[in-house]
């Protein structure tokens, strides 16, 4: 049973940075194997794509955030993480990862991002 558990949110103040994790567990050696990406879903509004990284190790970042977070992951851990820096108050939402596997996309329930003003 493939397991995926978001950490790292909290509430910050606008310029700060976070770094988010999101580890894997349950299922030997698939994380490597597997693209992953992270999503945010602000309240009211739709999960919408922040960014993901390919096994290649190719990166894609929506507009909002290009310049200030970073992907990356550490297969040896089972982990990815999102490092945001220059937070603002629309990047205020819930933090999710996931993790495609087979075909099989896997989810996590998220992390809770609030950035104040």
């Known amino acids: 049973q493939v397991q995926v558990m978001e950490s790292g949110g909290g509430l910050v103040h606008a310029g700060d940075s976070l770094k988010l994790m999101c580890k894997v567990s349950?299922?030997?050696?698939?994380?490597?194997?597997?693209?992953v990406a992270w999503y945010r879903q602000a309240p009211g509004g739709e999960r919408n794509l922040v960014a993901r990284m390919q096994l290649d190790g190719t990166t894609d970042y929506d507009n909002s955030v290009r310049g200030r977070f970073a992907i990356s992951r550490e297969n040896a851990a089972n982990t990815v993480y999102l490092h945001m820096n220059n937070l603002k108050p629309e990047d205020t939402a819930v933090y999710l990862c996931?993790?495609?596997?087979?075909?099989?996309?896997?989810w996590g329930q998220g992390t809770r991002v609030t950035v104040s003003s």
């Open positions: 349950g299922s030997s050696g698939i994380f490597s194997l597997s693209p």
């Open positions: 996931k993790i495609i596997y087979a075909r099989v996309e896997y």
